[in-house]
């Protein structure tokens, strides 16, 4: 049995590494030049650093279980510091520990970060009729009903921009936020949801991290998953895309940009929403409009390498978060040689740290000159942090329509996908267009896609000549 996989990010390449292990023969093909997708390593003022992704949700074990697979159980890092801030109202302020992604089950605590009125609106959602949540609903509209904008857009914003880069008001709770969206329809207030998932025990030990790191970087994780990929026989490809699919008598052909035609007993999709819904709109053209509508954010990682003796002090903490509202270019910054152990050993002379800049209908600063958003990061660093100093190196990234929108009906939609879809034997998708954006979440989909495809394709010896 031949499987195509699609793409070559952590989903397909997962995907892939799944096949190996059920005995599939096995081909990745991915249009850019490198595998790893958002999981991206680069050098900054010579020293190795992340520019995608950074870290892995260490409460899901997809991620750590993947790493272990492929050698690197010793290399895994909990985070030196933890003790994110919020840059909001002039201030850095530490972030509430007592809340689900920005919302609250106490005011405590929050003074400083909302004003006196905004603290006072939280206590009003237990004196408001009991919630009722439909089908879905939009995270920021439901909290500001309850609690307040403040709330929205001094907590909830910022956590669920830092990992969408989205609109609060606009993400589905039940998609980006579904234990909060289970608890709410159990609950008569969101406080009571809230606090009824924070006395839930988790698979993590008491005290334990919520992320974890790789010595070298999570993008290592790619690097060292494509290599055993390629160690157990898959063909792997990049700098070649895949412009066509079609289903034949025996499978699926899937043509390349290079002229060349590939046949396979099945096809793993493992790309962008609009990029499998371009391939499947021959062959499952309402897929295909579903996936379409499908939007994406955009954002930039500015880099930044200092001499430690040029910094008048030393960042605190992990990092900050930055609410929308209060109109910084920055959205999010983390101090990299505070974080990671190993960063801070690469070079002890020097300070790493990256800020996020863009947002879903924010996007303008990311057509900006290298220099310009160089100068736009440091200038906020300054202001938040009193990072004065010249950077010795820099590095900004660009991530294009990089960061799936789960909007209200997300998850409808990808239910009707999925339905469209179940008809059609040898076919999977998966990706973090769908089911979470995270790496672990990545992984799982990966896993289930694979899943999914074994039990579509057909049984019995096939023709090796005829691939």
Known sequence: MHVI???????????????????????????????????????????????GAESILARRPEGIELARAVGLGEA???????????????????????????????????AGVLSDAGLAQIARDTELPP?????????????AERMGHEVVDRLVEPLLGGVYAGDAYRISLRSAVPKLYEAAR??????????????????????????????????????AVAEDCRSKGAGMETGVAVTGLRRTARGWAAALDDGRSLVADGVVLAVPAGAAGRLLAAEAPA??????????ASMAIVTLAFRRADLARLPRGSGFLVPAVDGRTIKAATFTSG????????????????????????EGPLGWEDADLVRAALGDLDEAAGLSAEP???????????????????????????????GVPGLALCGAAYDGIGIPACIAGATQAVGEL??????????EAGE
């Open 339 to 362: 974080k990671w152990d190993w960063a801070a050993a690469a070079d002890p002379d020097l300070f790493l740290l990256r800020a996020s800049i863009g947002r879903h209908g924010e």
């Open 186 to 223: 159990e609950h008569d207030s969101l406080l009571a949801a809230v606090r009824a998932l924070q006395r839930q025990p988790t698979d993590r030990a008491p005290g334990g991290p919520v992320f974890t790191g790789i010595e070298g970087g999570i993008a290592t994780l790619a690097e």
């Open 76 to 110: 895994l890092h909990p985070p030196a510091l933890a003790g994110a801030a919020i840059w909001t109202r002039g201030a850095l302020r530490p972030m509430p520990q007592s809340q689900v992604m920005g919302v609250p089950s106490t005011a405590a605590a929050l």
């Open 131 to 143: 919630l009722h949540i439909g089908e879905d609903a939009a995270v920021g509209t439901l909290v």
């Open 287 to 296: 897929a295909a409009g579903e996936l379409a509508a499908v939007e994406y």
């Open 454 to 463: 074994l039990r579509t394709l057909p049984t019995g010896p096939r023709d």
């Open 5 to 51: 996989v699609v793409g070559g990010g952590i989903s397909g390449l997962a995907a892939a590494h799944r096949l190996l292990a059920a005995g599939l023969r096995v081909t990745v093909i991915e249009g850019s030049e490198r595998f790893g997708g958002k999981l991206r390593a680069g050098r900054v003022a010579g020293l190795r650093v992340d520019l």
């Open 392 to 422: 010795v190196g820099s590095e900004v990234t660009r991530w294009l329509g990089a960061l799936p929108q789960y909007t209200v009906g997300h998850h409808a939609r990808v239910a009707r996908v999925r339905s469209y879809l179940s």
